[in-house]
C-alpha cells in the first residue's frame, strides 16, 4: 500500500494510507459513497425540480448555503432534528414528491427519504 501511495502521491493523486487490516479501504471508500452519491443524487433531484418551478438559482443558493459552514455542526444539527422530527418530515416530504410528479419531475430520492424518515420515527429511542 505504501509503495502505490508513494506512486500515486508522485502523480498528484490524493490517497489516504491507513493502518488498518485488509478491506478497511474498500469499507472506507464504500461508507463514502453513501453520503457522496447520495448527496449528489439529492442535489440532482432538488435542482432538476426547481427548474422545472423556475426557481433553479434560488435552490442552488439554498444548497450552496447549507454546504457552507461548519460542517460538523451541521452534521449534528441534521441528526438531532431528523429524529426529533423525523414523523412530520416524513408527511412533509409524502407532499413533496407529489409536488414534484405535478412538475413532471421522478420523486425517486424524496421517495426515499419518506421511507427513511418513516423508519427512523418508528426505530425506539
Given amino acids: 500500500a505504501k509503495a502505490v501511495n508513494d506512486l500515486t502521491s508522485a502523480l498528484g493523486a490524493k490517497v489516504e494510507l491507513l493502518d488498518a487490516p485488509a478491506g478497511a479501504a474498500m469499507a472506507h471508500k464504500l461508507l463514502r459513497s453513501i453520503f457522496m452519491k447520495g ?42 432534528g431528523t429524529k426529533l422530527h423525523a414523523k412530520r418530515r416524513s408527511q412533509e416530504m409524502t407532499d413533496t414528491a407529489s409536488y414534484l410528479e405535478s412538475l413532471g419531475v421522478a420523486p425517486v430520492m424524496t421517495r426515499a427519504t419518506e421511507v427513511s424518515l418513516q423508519q427512523i420515527a418508528a426505530t425506539p429511542g
Avoid at 438559482?57 to 444539527?77: C, E, K, P
Fill in 39 to 80: 448527496l449528489a443524487s439529492i442535489i440532482w433531484e432538488a435542482v432538476e425540480a426547481s427548474r422545472a418551478a423556475g426557481y433553479e438559482q434560488w435552490a442552488r443558493d439554498q444548497i450552496a448555503s447549507q454546504l457552507a459552514g461548519d460542517g460538523h455542526a451541521v452534521i449534528d444539527r441534521l441528526l438531532s
